[in-house]
Structures are given as structure tokens and as C-alpha cells.
């Protein structure tokens, strides 16, 4: 997910802006967005027997929108936003990203 906002940052940084005054722009925009969290879950769920959380499924998803809404703030307003100057590079950004999902996935096994 993060090359993909990443290959298209302003394009889809852009969407992001413009979603937030234009209804049509907006409806898309989430249809997109639930296809790929679909897709995301799809995927994850593929292992789900080392997801240990009581609904697996529902970690998922959480998982998917805390990634997703990290990607589409950073997208929007630049990678300076969230954190001081230097920014995070995109390579170090979406590592800590997917270490963010693989610590919280597992579940009960981290804690």
C-alpha cells in the first residue's frame, strides 16, 4: 500500500484535498478505499492463524485503517506534518509502518 501512495503522492494527494469539498470525488475515493482495505484483509487474513486478537478480522481491518489513514494524512499534507524536520524518506517511513502492523497483529502473543 505505501508504494502506491507513494508512486502517486500527488495524485493522490490532490484527491485526498479535493474529496473534502466535491461529494462525487468523495464517494470514489471511498469505494477505492474499501476495495483496497478488501483486498488488504484478503491478503493478511491468508494467516490468520497467527493472528491471535479474538476477532482476527476486526484487527484487520483496524490495522488496515490506522495504515491507510497514516498513508492518506502523509499524502495530503507532505511527510514534514506528523513529526519535525528532517521528514522520514519514504523507504524508512513505510518500514516503520510495516513494523507497526507486524507488532500489532500477532495480537496476544506480543504482550
Known amino acids: 500500500m505505501a508504494r502506491i501512495f507513494t508512486r502517486h503522492a500527488r495524485f493522490l494527494g490532490s484527491i485526498v484535498l479535493i474529496s473534502g469539498a466535491h461529494p462525487e470525488v468523495r464517494?470514489?475515493?471511498?469505494?477505492?478505499?474499501w476495495e483496497l482495505g478488501d483486498q488488504f484483509a484478503s491478503l493478511v487474513l491468508k494467516h490468520r492463524d497467527h493472528i491471535t486478537h479474538d476477532d482476527p478480522e476486526e484487527a484487520v481491518?483496524?490495522?488496515?485503517?490506522?495504515?491507510?489513514s497514516t498513508l492518506v494524512i502523509?499524502?495530503?499534507?507532505?511527510?514534514?506534518?506528523?513529526a519535525p524536520a528532517p521528514a522520514t524518506d519514504d523507504a524508512t517511513f513505510t518500514d516503520q509502518?510495516?513494523?507497526?502492523?507486524?507488532?500489532?497483529?500477532p495480537g496476544k502473543s506480543l504482550q
Do not use: E, K, Q, S
Not at 464517494?27 to 478505499?33: F, M, Y
Not at 502523509?74 to 506528523?82: D, E, K, L, Q
Not at 509502518?97 to 497483529?105: G, Y
Open 74 to 82: 502523509r499524502v495530503a499534507y507532505g511527510p514534514g506534518f506528523t
Open 27 to 33: 464517494r470514489r475515493g471511498g469505494v477505492n478505499a
Open 97 to 105: 509502518l510495516t513494523d507497526v502492523a507486524t507488532r500489532f497483529l
Open 61 to 68: 481491518h483496524a490495522c488496515y485503517n490506522t495504515i491507510f
